[in-house]
Nanobody
């Protein structure tokens, strides 16, 4: 009974920061690639970031590079997405998901390679 549960979303002003958490149960996050995705109303799902397993490789969408950081805490079995310098364009429901492939900056993050998904957490960036 594996499960992914996102938390940490909320309302923040432009330029502010939020840290999202993806808590896993039923499996160890350190043994799988974990991805972050987001979907805004009326728009398609967009890949945001991913983090690999033992090699610690990460990847980020161009729109968030330099602003977002993804990390993993194996003891807590949780993956985090630190979001800084938030903009209204970042407003969306954010999802984490478990993938069976690698994460590398040279390879686009493909949603169809991620099988298990959380329910999402709302992030709203507004003044």
């Amino acid at each position: 009974q594996l499960q992914l549960a996102e938390s940490g979303g909320g309302l923040v002003q432009p330029g502010g920061s939020l840290r999202l958490s993806c808590a896993a149960s039923g499996f160890a996050v350190g043994r799988y690639v974990i991805g972050w995705f987001r979907q805004a109303p009326g728009k398609e799902r967009e890949a945001v970031s991913c983090i690999g397993t033992s090699d610690g490789r990460t990847n980020f969408a161009d729109s968030v590079k330099g602003r977002f950081i993804v990390s993993r805490d194996d003891a807590e079995n949780t993956v985090y997405l630190q979001m800084n310098m938030l903009m209204p364009e970042d407003t969306a429901v954010y999802f984490c998901a478990r993938g069976g492939t690698f994460c590398d900056a040279s390879v686009p993050i493909r949603a169809n390679l991620y099988r298990y998904w959380g329910q999402g957490t709302q992030v709203t960036v507004s003044s």
